[in-house]
């Protein structure tokens, strides 16, 4: 096989640790492609306002998103829209096998396929998807206006899209299953001021309805007491968490009991010449700074990588 079939680097994921990681990469001169099967951002776009990625006061998501993407291909990066079906790691070099049925090569790869929204798996939440039930603010708000809605967890996602809904909504319910919320405390003195806010403590909800026009109530349970009410609504906007997309990481590689992938400080696993970055690695914050930091150090590490396995491979030829 030719060596330069072969890609120095294939980055899998285009968020900001994707692109992060595809701008460094291009700067140490590795033949890099990165692939996504969605739109470039990732999770970044859907986010309503960006206000804590240093040096950007405020920003949407999506604008983000585009100017991570616009740098990255500033230094003529490759991207290829597609879904990877399988990170295979080999010794010589590793593939990545597409879902059209392609394979590429390369001697280093990035995972950096972020996380998904949880569910909360109760009656009526997957029928009215998209009718009334969302896990997108920023990309569902706007046929809220005026309207009532209400929004599920107390962690930041809730926090940031209930400050975002109040923006649009008449009336915004946020509804907790305990009696503090998870937010930071910036977002919780926010949540605090904004008269449009109300807060149900200690209430999970157990099933959401709809008539003709969509959703129309949530029941609510109160974990406390027991006690059961129905409150009306026109939308649910459920944010409860998330897991790590790890489907993609191959078995042999070190997971937590939680999903994320253990890497070292260069976010290397423990399969040499593959790194994961961004919310799919085990870590103390998910932040789209952090992700951004994890690109970085993966692919320098990576280009140190690379560098030496080339020098290694140059040095066994010269030995024949
Ligand atoms: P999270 O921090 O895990 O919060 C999830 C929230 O949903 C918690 O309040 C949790 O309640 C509640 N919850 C979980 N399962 C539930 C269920 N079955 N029924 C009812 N409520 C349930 O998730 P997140 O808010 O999506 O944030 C994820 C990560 O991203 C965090 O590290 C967060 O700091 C970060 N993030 C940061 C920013 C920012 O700084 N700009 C913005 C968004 C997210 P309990 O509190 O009782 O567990």
């Known amino acids: 096989m030719s060596t330069s079939e072969i890609y120095d680097l294939i980055i899998v994921g285009g968020g900001p640790g994707g692109f992060s990681a595809g701008i460094y990469a291009m700067r140490a001169a590795l033949k890099t492609v990165l692939i996504e099967k969605g739109a470039p951002g990732g999770q970044m776009t859907l986010s309503g306002e960006v206000e804590n990625y240093p040096g950007i006061e ?133 949540i605090k001021a904004e008269c449009k806010i109300e807060m149900l403590w200690d209430s999970v909800p157990v099933a959401i309805k709809a008539d003709a026009q969509g959703v129309s109530s949530v029941e609510l349970q109160n974990v406390k007491t027991g006690e059961h009410r129905d409150l009306k609504t026109d939308g649910v906007f459920i944010f409860v968490g998330f897991s790590p997309n790890n489907q993609l990481v191959p078995s042999g590689i070190d997971m937590n009991a939680k999903g994320y992938v253990v890497t070292d400080d260069k976010c290397e696993t423990n399969t040499p010449g593959i790194y994961v970055i961004g919310d799919l690695r085990q870590k103390y914050a998910r932040q789209i700074v952090v992700a951004a930091s994890d690109g970085c150090t993966a692919a320098l590490a990576a280009a140190h990588y690379v560098e030496n396995k080339k020098a290694a491979e140059s040095d066994s030829c010269q030995l024949v």
């Open 58 to 190: 405020r920003i949407s998501g999506p604008d983000l998103s585009m100017q991570f993407h616009q740098h990255a291909l500033s230094y003529g990066l490759e991207m290829i829209n597609a879904e990877v079906k399988e990170v295979e790691p080999g010794l010589e070099y590793h593939v990545v096998h597409l879902d059209d049925g392609s394979a590429l090569r390369s001697y280093a790869v990035i995972i950096g396929t972020g996380g998904s929204a949880h569910k909360l798996n109760i009656p009526g939440e997957a029928e009215y998807y998209g009718q009334g039930v969302s896990y997108c603010a920023v990309c569902d708000g706007f046929f809220f206006r005026n309207k009532t809605v209400v929004v599920i967890g107390g962690g930041d996602s809730a926090a940031e899209e209930s400050l975002y809904l109040a923006k649009l909504a008449k009336q915004v319910y946020m509804v907790h299953r305990r009696d503090t919320l998870r937010a930071g405390k910036i977002l919780q003195q926010r």
